[in-house]
């Protein structure tokens, strides 16, 4: 099983990019989906997920109403489409297919990686101020 994370870059605030997490050797689908981040010196964070029964989603506080989840399943890829990027999104993305979420009623209230989910290679973004 391998993920790999791409479209990351270096973008001005207020700019706009799409990551991509493309899945080889298995449906992404068969898994719950989600971004996480770290920056140096920083914890890493879940960011976003996208749970594959239900088709739910979250997104932690600071990128709501900026960030959208997204599934592909033609293409077996997720994205992450970033608007109104701020200097502090700035770190390694990296996405994991199975996630252990919390729910409460029917809406995730966080997730975090499962212990033998697929992990991709990350990719930088950097926004400049």
């Known amino acids: 099983l391998q993920l790999q994370a791409s479209g990351g870059g270096l973008v001005q605030s207020g700019g706009s990019l799409r990551l991509s997490c493309a899945a080889s050797?298995?449906?992404?689908?068969?898994?719950?989906i989600g971004w996480f981040r770290q920056a140096p010196g920083k914890e890493r964070e879940g960011v976003a997920c996208?749970?594959?029964?239900?088709?739910?989603?979250y997104y932690t506080d600071s990128v709501k109403g900026r960030f959208t989840i997204s599934r592909d399943k033609v293409k077996n890829t997720v994205y992450l489409q970033m608007h109104n990027l701020k200097p502090e999104d700035t770190a390694v993305y990296h996405c994991?297919?199975?996630?252990?979420?919390?729910?409460?009623?029917?809406?995730?209230?966080?997730?975090?990686?499962?212990?033998?989910?697929?992990w991709g290679q990350g990719t930088q973004v950097t926004v400049s101020s």
């Open positions: 994991a297919a199975d996630l252990d979420i919390n729910w409460s009623d029917s809406s995730i209230i966080n997730f975090t990686r499962a212990p033998d989910a697929a």
């Open positions: 996208i749970d594959n029964i239900s088709g739910s989603t």
């Open positions: 050797g298995f449906p992404l689908d068969y898994y719950a």
